[in-house]
């Protein structure tokens, strides 16, 4: 079976309605869309795109950097899943996700809640 457009249509319009999407912008430029959700234990984020032109120039690495930031300021772990052949799976890893499960084509991953040290006197 190939490719069905109505099928697809279908899986991202309920995608669509069960959690919060955010478009991602610089200025007034769009640069791509998020969902971030705070769940009973952790955060869910997910549905993480970029427009080509601009990925690989650190912007994806900045927001996500500042997605965990809340996360920690709410002591909880982030979970997400990504397909396996996505290369984003090096900017989880960096930023400590571990893998957690996976299906066929889903590697499931989660970061667990970053560990505040207390200061030291020095």
């Known amino acids: 079976m190939g490719w069905d457009d109505n099928f697809q249509r279908d899986v991202h319009d309920s995608r669509y309605r069960e959690k919060p999407f955010y ?3 610089r200025g007034e430029k769009r640069l791509g869309t998020l969902s971030f959700q705070v769940l009973a234990g952790h955060i869910q984020f997910g549905e993480f795109y ?8 650190g912007t994806g690495a900045k927001i996500l950097a500042h997605c965990l930031k809340l996360a920690d300021s709410l002591a909880l772990s982030v979970r997400l899943e990504h397909l396996h052949w996505n290369p ?6 960096r930023h400590g996700f ?25």
């Open 88 to 93: 984003v799976r090096s900017l989880y890893k």
């Open 98 to 122: 571990v893998d957690v499960g996976g299906s066929d084509i889903h590697c499931f991953m989660e970061r667990p809640v970053a560990v505040k040290r207390p200061a030291t006197d020095g």
């Open 23 to 25: 478009m991602v912008r």
């Open 50 to 57: 970029l427009f080509p032109i601009f990925q690989r120039e």
